[in-house]
Each structure stands twice: as structure tokens, then as C-alpha cells.
């Protein structure tokens, strides 16, 4: 069995801890429903993404500003501190990625007020370590100090050319942010996944990772081994072949967030052209619950990638280029 890993939780507030009810520690949007501070389809009537648990302020100061700290949730390094609140619309944020455990995962802490001194990218840093305090930063407008929170995302990063793909794409504004841009970062339901270590059904975020379906499988034809499965080669099986990788058949889940990698030998692309991709499986009951990303389309009677899902593979596969 894996070794169980060392979890905290992000701020102070014992009410997740506790199984008070979600309006304990969710920061819900101006909409007042406390759906829409969890992670999913859960703004716009379900036709807006939130990649993300926004966790609400419990200790303010005499001005109503937040107080609460911000915590480490597992060790890891520093990756990225934009200490800009105008720069992004995350305000000031913190990504750690968790280099130790089996699925070497990034945190992202974002709207904070400030950073604790130290945290800088390379800080090695421990579980459990005050790293900067909650707030309100969120890009060129505040938010209300009401809804104050701390936006948490748990992710894998894409690519290690974002920047390719960025400038390809002429978004007309400078990347601030590397590789550490959350168009970067492709994120799970952070309270699944805790939810799911509190109960014991996994004891790593691998376990997790690999406990999730697939909603869509993508086979391509390509000789490449991208750098997401150079990086996260816990998720590919089986092992590379010693000669020969023709392609591979990649598996998301129905947010688009690759899940399994397996590589493959030539007679498996037989008939594609160039990197042609195709996609070979869907399950309709898990797409049709997710209105709020686009995946598949049909296209003259053929499922095809739709926007979301072009995307990710755009940035995976580098087929932008
Ligand atoms: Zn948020």
C-alpha cells in the first residue's frame, strides 16, 4: 500500500474538519448560493466553470479586512509568487508544486492580501507553512470586502512551451506569469479529492487521480512523448515501448483533464495521417452532466474535439505549431 500522505487544510477554519455544513467554509459569489464557491459547472447557471474551493474569511480586523491565514497544505517548492494583485485576475497569488508525492500536484492560492516574507519561488516549504494572508486582490478591480476568500485550485500543469502556445494564440496581453498561468494548470474538485482522503477511499493524490473515468478517449499518431508525461509518468501504463511509439490513447475526465496515458505501437494508428487524432471513446452520461466545457462535438456525423478540448490538446501535444 502507498504511504498515506500528510494533508492540511489551507486556512484555520475547522468547520470541513468539524463536517459543519458547506455554509461554514464556502464563500459563495454574489449570486448567494453556496454552490457557486465550489468547484464544477456551478456559476451562470451552470454554464460558467469555477476550477476552484472559495474558501471564506472567518477572522477579520477592526476595518472588516481578512485575517486568516494561509497554510501549505502539503510540502513542496515555491513555483510561482506574483506579488501584482493588478497582474492576473487571481490578484496575488502562490503556486507550490508538491515534488514529493507520487503525483507531483501544484497548489494555487489566489486573492490573497499579502505574502509571508520568505516565500519566494525555489522556497522549499513545509506542510502546514504560513505562507501569505487571505484577501480581496482579484486583477484591476477588488473584490468586496464581504467576499474576501481564498480561491485554493489543486492542478497538473500542461505544458512546459505555454509560452508557444500563448503567443500563438494573441491574447494582446504580456504572460506575467510563465508557465504558472492558470490557462496552464488544469485542476480537480479540490473537496472530492479531500473528501475522498477523509474517508479513506485514497491515501495519494495518484490514487485519486486513477479512481477518476474517463468521459473521453483521444487516440493521436505521433512519435512525440509530451513533457506532461515525461513529468507525471505515474499516469502512463503500460511502459514505453523500447522501440517503436507510434501514438497514444489518452483518456480526460469531463472537465478535460488528462487522467491515463497509454503509449502505442504503429499498427494501433494504422491509416492516420500525419498527427491526425481521433477521438475513439466517449461516455454520454458523464459529458452530458458537464454543460459548462466543451469537449466533443460531431462534425459530418464524427465526434471531433470541441474548444475546450482543442485546447488542452493544442498545449499537450504542441499541435498549434
Ligand atoms: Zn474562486
Redesign the pocket.
Known amino acids: 500500500m502507498a504511504d498515506r500522505l500528510r494533508l492540511a487544510w489551507p486556512t484555520k477554519n475547522k468547520a470541513y474538519a468539524e463536517g459543519r455544513p458547506l455554509e461554514d467554509y464556502i464563500q459563495p459569489t454574489v449570486s448567494g448560493r453556496v454552490e457557486s464557491g465550489l468547484f464544477g459547472c456551478v456559476r451562470t447557471e451552470g454554464w460558467q466553470f469555477?476550477e476552484?474551493l472559495?474558501l471564506k474569511s472567518v477572522e477579520r480586523d477592526r476595518r472588516g479586512e481578512p485575517t486568516d491565514e494561509v497554510f501549505a497544505v502539503m510540502g513542496g517548492v515555491v513555483r510561482h509568487v506574483s506579488d501584482h494583485p493588478g497582474k492576473s485576475s487571481y490578484g496575488r497569488y502562490i503556486v507550490i508544486e508538491h515534488v514529493d508525492a507520487a503525483l507531483p500536484v501544484s497548489t494555487l492560492y489566489a486573492h490573497l492580501a499579502s505574502i509571508a516574507s520568505g516565500v519566494r519561488p525555489g522556497s522549499k516549504i513545509e506542510i502546514g507553512t504560513s505562507i501569505g494572508v487571505m484577501g480581496r486582490s482579484a486583477g484591476s478591480q477588488a473584490l468586496p470586502k464581504a467576499r474576501a476568500h481564498l480561491?485554493f485550485e489543486i492542478g497538473l500543469r500542461l505544458t512546459d512551451k505555454f509560452q508557444s502556445w500563448y503567443g500563438w494564440k494573441e491574447f494582446g496581453s504580456k504572460n506575467d506569469h510563465d508557465l504558472w498561468n492558470g490557462m496552464n494548470l488544469v485542476g480537480v474538485d479540490p473537496k472530492a479529492f479531500y473528501d475522498a482522503f477523509r474517508d479513506q477511499r485514497v491515501d495519494t493524490f495518484l490514487e485519486f487521480w486513477q479512481s477518476k473515468s474517463a468521459a473521453v478517449t483521444v487516440r493521436i499518431a505521433t512519435r512525440s512523448i509530451p513533457d506532461f508525461i515525461r513529468r507525471y509518468p505515474a499516469l502512463r501504463s503500460p511502459p514505453m515501448p523500447l522501440f517503436g511509439l507510434a501514438g497514444w490513447d489518452v483518456d480526460f475526465d469531463e472537465f478535460g483533464v488528462p487522467i491515463a496515458w497509454r503509449p502505442l505501437l504503429a499498427e494501433a494508428v494504422q491509416g492516420y495521417k500525419g498527427s491526425e487524432l481521433r477521438i475513439i471513446a466517449t461516455d454520454e452520461e458523464l459529458l452530458g452532466g458537464v454543460k459548462c466545457k466543451d469537449l466533443v462535438k460531431t462534425y459530418r456525423g464524427k465526434q471531433i474535439p470541441d474548444d475546450d478540448l482543442q485546447t488542452n490538446l493544442q498545449l499537450l501535444f504542441g499541435l498549434h505549431r
Request: net charge negative; no cysteine; glycine share 0%.
Open positions: 469555477h476552484a472559495d480561491h
